[in-house]
């Protein structure tokens, strides 16, 4: 598949996708969410794919949704298409780990992309911010409530309504980030974890990831509920079985996926 906007490649178990706008920052438009979603389903129907790692450029992983194409939209078009909704909802859905590698800015509907994604480890030049208040609009792809989830009111309503940016440190300080590297480091270390993760039993690490997810929409009882159901259920694959062989007879597992 040829993409305009993305640079996309797959190696060890792990697919790349670099946003490639660098005329705009990056900026969110249809035809890259579009090709954002094409890459997303190629991965996903790729056995061989067991994470993606999702950057962009040293300057902007992305500076938001393309304020040039939204700009003259009605409220009609805006609805009738649910603008940018089909991306949102194909990005949360994807089964597989997304890990976000944020160097630059990652504002508006690039914080939120980052967001999405399953954990952000940023560069030390990263930038977060939601600055739609600026242009008299709201964030519209999650940032409302995932930046609240993640650094708490306060912060969030700061961000929000005053439109400045954070830095990576604070970024860190307040758990949107998982780690912060040297900008030097920023792929090595992205790349690193999400080989360790195609190195881990895809099926446990598709269920990790919907409990994890869990606990954003339930209640703690039915969570943890579900986490002991979903450990039991474990007990069904070859993985387990290798995974605590291995461990027992003092070896790397082997992991097969079954
Ligand atoms: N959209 C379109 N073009 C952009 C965007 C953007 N978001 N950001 C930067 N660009 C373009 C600039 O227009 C410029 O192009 P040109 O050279 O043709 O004028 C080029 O990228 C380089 O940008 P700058 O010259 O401005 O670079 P600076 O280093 O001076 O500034 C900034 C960098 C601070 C990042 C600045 O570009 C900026 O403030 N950008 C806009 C940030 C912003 O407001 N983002 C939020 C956008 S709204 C949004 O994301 C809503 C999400 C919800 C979508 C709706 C779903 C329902």
């Given at each position: 598949?040829?993409?305009?906007?993305?640079?996309?490649?797959?190696?060890?178990?792990?697919?790349?996708?670099?946003?490639?706008?660098?005329?705009?920052?990056?900026?969110?438009?249809?035809?890259?969410?579009?090709?954002?979603?094409?890459?997303?389903?190629?991965?996903?129907?790729?056995?061989?794919?067991?994470?993606?790692?999702?950057?962009?450029?040293?300057?902007?992983?992305?500076?938001?949704?393309?304020?040039?194409?939204?700009?003259?939209?009605?409220?009609?078009?805006?609805?009738?298409?649910?603008?940018?909704?089909?991306?949102?909802?194909?990005?949360?859905?994807?089964?597989?780990?997304?890990?976000?590698?944020?160097?630059?800015?990652?504002?508006?509907?690039?914080?939120?992309?980052?967001?999405?994604?399953?954990?952000?480890?940023?560069?030390?030049?990263?930038?977060?911010?939601?600055?739609?208040?600026?242009?008299?609009?709201?964030?519209?792809?999650?940032?409302?409530?995932?930046?609240?989830?993640?650094?708490?009111?306060?912060?969030?309503?700061?961000?929000?309504?005053?439109?400045?940016?954070m830095d990576a440190?604070?970024?860190?300080?307040?758990?949107?980030?998982s780690r912060v590297?040297?900008?030097?480091?920023?792929?090595?270390?992205?790349?690193?974890?999400?080989?360790?993760?195609?190195?881990?039993?895809?099926?446990?690490?598709?269920?990790?990831?919907?409990?994890?997810?869990?606990?954003?929409?339930?209640?703690?009882?039915?969570?943890?509920?579900?986490?002991?159901?979903?450990?039991?259920?474990?007990?069904?694959?070859?993985?387990?079985?290798?995974?605590?062989?291995?461990?027992?007879?003092?070896?790397?597992?082997?992991?097969?996926?079954?």
């Amino acid at each position: 598949m040829a993409y305009e906007t993305l640079l996309v490649s797959t190696q060890d178990g792990v697919t790349l996708i670099r946003l490639n706008r660098p005329e705009a920052l990056n900026a969110l438009n249809s035809q890259l969410l579009g090709e954002l979603c094409t890459a997303l389903d190629a991965a996903e129907a790729d056995d061989a794919v067991a994470c993606v790692v999702l950057t962009g450029s040293e300057r902007a992983f992305a500076a938001g949704a393309d304020i040039k194409e939204m700009s003259e939209k009605t409220y009609a078009q805006m609805f009738k298409s649910d603008f940018f909704g089909d991306a949102a909802r194909r990005i949360e859905q994807f089964r597989k780990p997304i890990v976000a590698a944020v160097a630059g800015y990652a504002l508006g509907g690039g914080c939120e992309l980052a967001m999405l994604c399953d954990f952000i480890i940023a560069a030390e030049t990263a930038k977060f911010g939601q600055p739609e208040i600026n242009l008299g609009v709201a964030p519209g792809i999650g940032g409302t409530q995932r930046l609240t989830r993640a650094v708490g009111k306060s912060k969030a309503m700061d961000m929000i309504l005053t439109g400045r940016m954070m830095d990576a440190a604070e970024a860190e300080r307040g758990g949107l980030v998982s780690r912060v590297v040297p900008a030097d480091k920023l792929m090595d270390e992205a790349m690193a974890a999400a080989a360790k993760i195609a190195s881990q039993s895809p099926l446990a690490v598709m269920m990790n990831k919907e409990l994890v997810d869990a606990a954003f929409e339930t209640t703690l009882a039915a969570g943890v509920t579900l986490e002991r159901r979903l450990f039991h259920s474990l007990f069904a694959f070859d993985d387990q079985k290798e995974g605590m062989a291995a461990f027992v007879e003092k070896r790397k597992p082997a992991f097969k996926g079954s």
